[in-house]
């Protein structure tokens, strides 16, 4: 006698796997629809200075300052913290550490900005990097292996002196902050 499930089979995988699928293919079209919509450009005849900022670049209508804003607006109602004042100093402490953060780490692109020609006008000035940079452009220029060394070993030394900076500012942001808002910070990335 069949049971309640043998309509699903093992016949059945196939058209299973093909429904996921559907339902994947689906989901991705409405996510990309939906945030085509929220970027669409301003009407014609608007100016915008945030498309001019990032014409030419992969962000869309990506603005740093408007995403950093809404990121503290997030983390300030996450911390609980009620006072201007006192928020005004954990706000700045965090700015500080993602600005250093992002300097770390060169701009977190990896070999991607190596093979896209490198900041392309994209990179926020507080990721500039001239040392990435110059080793970039040696790698580029395909220069002698004693310069493309020599490059390395000055972006190592900048990078190990912003890690330091980074570590200091974090203990700077840890120093104002309650327990749990310490543990907020270690949960998003900002403290480790």
Known sequence: MPGPFSRFAPQTAAAWLRRGAFLIAATSLLAVTSSAQQDAPPASGASSANAEANAGG?????????MQARMLA????QFEVTDDAE?????????KVM???????????????????????NR????????????????????????IKAR???????????????DQAREDLRA?????????AVLVGLLQ
């Open 152 to 166: 390395l070993e000055r972006l190592r030394v900048t990078r190990k002196q912003s890690e330091a900076r980074l």
């Open 87 to 95: 928020w005004k100093l954990i706000a700045e402490r965090i700015t």
């Open 74 to 77: 997030n983390l300030r109602n």
């Open 99 to 121: 600005d250093l953060r992002r300097s770390v780490g060169g701009g977190g692109f990896g070999m991607g900005a190596f093979r896209g020609g490198g900041n392309q006008g």
């Open 124 to 147: 926020p000035a507080a990721a500039a990097n001239p040392e990435g940079d110059a080793l970039r452009t040696a790698l580029e220029d395909k220069l002698p292996d004693a310069e």
């Open 58 to 66: 992969w962000h869309g209508n990506f603005n740093r300052e408007d």
């Open 176 to 184: 104002v902050l309650t327990v749990r808002q310490e543990a907020v």
